[in-house]
């Protein structure tokens, strides 16, 4: 699993325009249960995802596409990590694909 730690690089690139289409373009990544959780940082100094892909290349791949990313708005750091220990509700989350 990883983390995504974007940060917001130019806050005048974030238009509620771009805003849309970053949250489309990953819209379909999150269908597809590879993206699991996503959300703006408070305060609002970029965002979080949690990814359960199985290498980081194709997560990597998905990021450079991102809208956010394309138009220099944004930077991202990947964390990867090893689940050990979930609630009973959220543990079906974090099994392998």
Sequence with gaps: MFLVDMCFNDMTKIT???SALHR????????SNQLLF???????????IISRH??????REILAADPFIRSGAVSY???????VMAA??????????
Excluded at 24 to 31: A, D, F, I, K, R
Excluded at 77 to 83: A, G, L, R
Excluded at 88 to 97: E, G
Aim: aromatic share 8%.
């Design 38 to 48: 996503g959300g703006r940082k408070v305060p609002r100094t970029g965002g979080i």
């Design 54 to 59: 199985s290498h980081e290349a194709e997560l």
């Design 77 to 83: 750091t990947i964390t990867e990590f090893s689940p």
């Design 16 to 18: 509620p325009e771009l």
């Design 24 to 31: 489309s373009y990953l819209e379909q990544h999150y269908q």
């Design 88 to 97: 009973p509700d959220c543990a079906n989350l974090f099994m392998a694909p």
